[in-house]
């Protein structure tokens, strides 16, 4: 039990390990040997079944064993759209070449590795019969990995550190002499330091650091969001970032602690450049399609908060115009799930906005009891009770208790 291997979600789409059916398979992965043919059921396979494999131990589950695919067409059941493509190719302990098409396009990769050098290759590429079709050709055409992944499903993940550090499984590796190459399509602008401390995890126990830097990664142009880790295992830590010369947030950490920032920034020349001051430990980039672009919908969680707080309780307003209030909140509150767009905000702030400027007060009652000419009680002229002429009881001329005979 001990034993056990948790399997790694590495997202979604397709990822496939070519080898023997007794060789270590790559976990988050599928296994496809080179007498796989395709078949519906399955929705993957070889249109026949390649030449051979071989299983050559190092350096990982990955990259240790492969098929060889010389004139062979891999076969994926895949939904119409847009995919990235990546291809492993490569040998532990023999050179190496080998070429591919993707849909009968034209011909791409090709460059020779030596032993222990393995290339990939990325290409983006248009589904529209429901099957994706993979050529390949080569003296060799060693085949150790492919992934298929839908373009709005985008996402790549980097762990920063030294060349000699551990990289976290399914990270892409920067350490702190790479620099940006446009082949690779990531890197740093200049050299760093960088610090291993032994934990507590292979994305947090290692860092690139230095006072202004820059990283670099190519991507398609379009809405992407920014996770980023950063932290020491041994002291504190304040790291600050920025994209094309705005900030987008710090983060600081006592010793031992890690912080995380999140922020979605847009990509408009092909690449992402990120500023950074001090400690990086891990960068994880998610695409944001368009229909899922965040908003920001904090003028409209103010307002609700604000209408919220208008009560009632004293009958000020009128029971149809404070009815209508209300049905304005509750609208509102299940509109910030749904907004798409800063139309849809602005038609909902003005919507709540409205029905509480429409807001009705209650007239005040009128009070017949203090009216100066129709109050009989308390009239001059008309209060027999106190009027000198008309009082019988206390008048000097109509007293009979006090006249002199």
Known sequence: MDGLEEIVDLGPGWRFDFGSSTSPLANGYTKITDNMVYDEETGYGFAEAADGNRDQGEPDDLRRDFILANGSELMVDVPDGEYDVKIITGAQTDSNDTTFSLEDEDAQGGTRTEAGEFAEYKDTVTVSDGQLNIGFTG???????????????????????????????????????????????????????????????????????????????????????????????????????????????????????????????TVTDGQLTLNIGERINGLEIYYVPEDEVSVDVTELEGLIEEAKAISNEEKTFTDSSYASLLEAIEAAEAALEAITTEEQLQVEIASLQKAMDELEEVPEPEHPGKGHKDNPGKGPLNNPGKGPMDNLGKGPVNNPRKNKN
């Open 139 to 265: 003296s060799w055409a060693r085949v150790n990995g492919i992934e298929i992944v839908a373009v709005e499903d985008f996402n790549v993940k980097f762990d920063f550190g030294s060349k000699g550090s551990p990289t976290a499984y399914g990270y892409e590796q920067v350490a702190n002499s790479l620099l940006y190459d446009s082949e690779k399509g990531f890197g740093l602008n200049k050299a760093v330091a960088e610090r291993d401390r032994g934990g507590p995890d292979d994305v947090r126990r290692d860092f690139v650091i230095d006072g202004d830097y820059d990283f670099t990664v190519d991507l398609r142009d379009g809405d992407y969001l920014l996770h980023i880790i950063a932290g020491d295992y041994i002291a504190s830590n304040t790291s600050t970032f920025s994209v094309d010369g705005e900030s987008i947030g710090s983060i600081a950490s006592g010793s031992g602690e890690f912080g995380e920032l999140t922020e979605q920034v």
